[in-house]
C-alpha cells in the first residue's frame, strides 16, 4: 500500500509541477516514479527507526522491572538478616 501511495503521490506532485512549467508528461511521470520510489525508501528507513527504537525500549522496560524486583527481593532478606542479627544480638547481651 505504502508503494503505490508513494509513486502516485510522486507521480501526482511532478505531473502538476511540470505542467505548470510546461515540461513533457512523460519526463513528469518518470520524474514522480524516481521521487515515489525515493520517499518509499524514506518512509521505510524513518519507520524501522521508530521500530527499533521502539523495541530498545521495551527491553530497557522490561529489564528495569527485573531490577526493581530484584531490589525488592534483596531489599527482604536484608530485612530478615537484619532481624536474624538483632536476635543474635540480644542473646548475646542476655549472656553477658
Same mark, same amino acid.
Given at each position: 500500500?505504502?508503494?503505490?501511495? /508513494?509513486?502516485?503521490? $510522486?507521480?501526482?506532485?511532478? #505531473? ?5 512549467? /510546461?515540461?513533457?508528461? $512523460?519526463?513528469?511521470? !518518470?520524474? $514522480?516514479?524516481?521521487? /515515489? ?9 524513518? #519507520? ?13 522496560? !522490561?529489564? @528495569? #522491572? ?10 527482604? #532478606?536484608?530485612? @530478615? ?16
Amino acid at each position: 500500500m505504502d508503494f503505490f501511495f /508513494g509513486v502516485a503521490a $510522486g507521480i501526482a506532485v511532478y #505531473k502538476w509541477l511540470f505542467k505548470i512549467m /510546461g515540461i513533457d508528461d $512523460g519526463v513528469a511521470e !518518470a520524474t $514522480g516514479w524516481m521521487v /515515489g520510489i525515493g520517499l518509499i525508501v524514506f518512509m521505510e528507513s524513518i #519507520k524501522s527507526l521508530f521500530a527499533r527504537s521502539s523495541t530498545r525500549d521495551n527491553v530497557l522496560k !522490561a529489564r @528495569v #522491572k527485573e531490577l526493581e524486583s530484584e531490589i525488592r527481593t534483596l531489599e527482604e #532478606k536484608d530485612k @530478615v538478616a537484619k532481624q536474624k542479627l538483632d536476635g543474635l544480638n540480644f542473646f548475646k547481651e542476655k549472656e553477658m
